[in-house]
């Protein structure tokens, strides 16, 4: 009895052991097998070249995590995210998407790549993610997001903008996992930089349509206050006429009414089109 009771506390022990060092295996990998599971899930990452890195990792280890030999057996994408999912935790890190869009840039400039810029926009748009990224990657990738809308007919335009954009992330590879943190410091600064031009340009057509703005309600207030000059004039007129009876009444009060008309609605147009 003893002997079954010392030799079961040697197993449980055996096992913890066991499941440390397969915890260990992982832990380097976590936020690289985070990428692969939305990278696979978005269409980034393909599932061979996460199943040819498994791979690897069974050849480098001698005694290689059973998670490594799952995600080697996995058939298709879905058993490939089942894997991840159970046993990496999702941490939310903007790392992961600036990862794949550095992924999309190099497949998008690769000759031997196929992918097109209407596919390259819509990779970008499924790795929308308002709580961790800038505002400026949040506003460029709902753009692509709705990629029809904002450029096509220009395929070229979109084009040009996918690579200007995802050339911010050339630095980020599937390889250079363990830079990852002090690559995406790089990144941070050159967000920031296109941050300040995107403001600056904003700003001066904030100012530019002002100053139109304001040119367009002054011509609007100067034609009004004009035309209301002429018919104070010409009711004058129309009033001296009438006091030496050489104007009919009734053809007086007719214009009155039809001008009275036209002022109120000129004053509901124009107050329509500035509200």
């Not at 890195?53 to 280890?61: R, T």
């Not at 004039?233 to 009438?242: D, E, K, N």
């Amino acid at each position: 009895m003893l002997l079954n009771k010392k030799n079961t506390i040697a197993d449980k022990q055996t096992f913890l052991l066991i499941l440390i060092m397969a915890t260990d295996q992982l832990s380097p990998y976590q936020l690289l097998l985070e990428t692969f599971g939305l990278g696979v899930k978005t269409g980034v990452i393909t599932p061979a070249k996460i199943i040819a890195w498994a791979d690897e990792m069974i050849m480098a280890h001698d005694e290689p995590d059973y998670f490594f030999i799952e995600l080697s057996l996995s058939g298709n994408k879905n058993e490939i995210i089942e894997v991840i999912n159970r046993r990496v935790v999702p941490s939310d890190n903007p790392i992961c998407t600036r990862v794949l869009l550095g992924c999309i840039y190099r497949r998008f400039t690769d000759d031997s790549d196929t992918l097109s810029g209407e596919n390259a926009a819509t990779m970008v748009g499924e790795l929308q993610n308002y709580d961790t990224l800038t505002g400026y990657e949040v506003d460029q990738i709902y753009e692509f997001y709705d990629y029809d809308f904002y450029y096509l007919p220009d395929i070229t335009k979109l084009q040009v903008e996918l690579i200007n954009f995802l050339s911010l992330y050339e630095a980020f590879t599937l390889e250079n996992y363990k830079q990852w943190v002090d690559v995406n410091l790089q990144v941070l600064e050159l967000l920031k930089e296109e941050e300040i031009q995107v403001n600056i340009v904003n700003e001066s057509f904030r100012k530019e349509w002002a100053k139109k703005e304001k040119k367009r309600k002054l011509k609007f207030y100067l034609k009004n206050i004009g035309v209301a000059v002429l018919l104070l004039l010409f009711f004058s007129l129309m009033i001296a006429l009438l006091a030496d009876g050489k104007t009919n009444p009734f053809t007086f009060y007719t214009i009155v009414f039809y001008w009275c008309l036209r002022l109120v609605y000129g004053w509901w147009k124009g107050r329509k089109k500035f509200s």
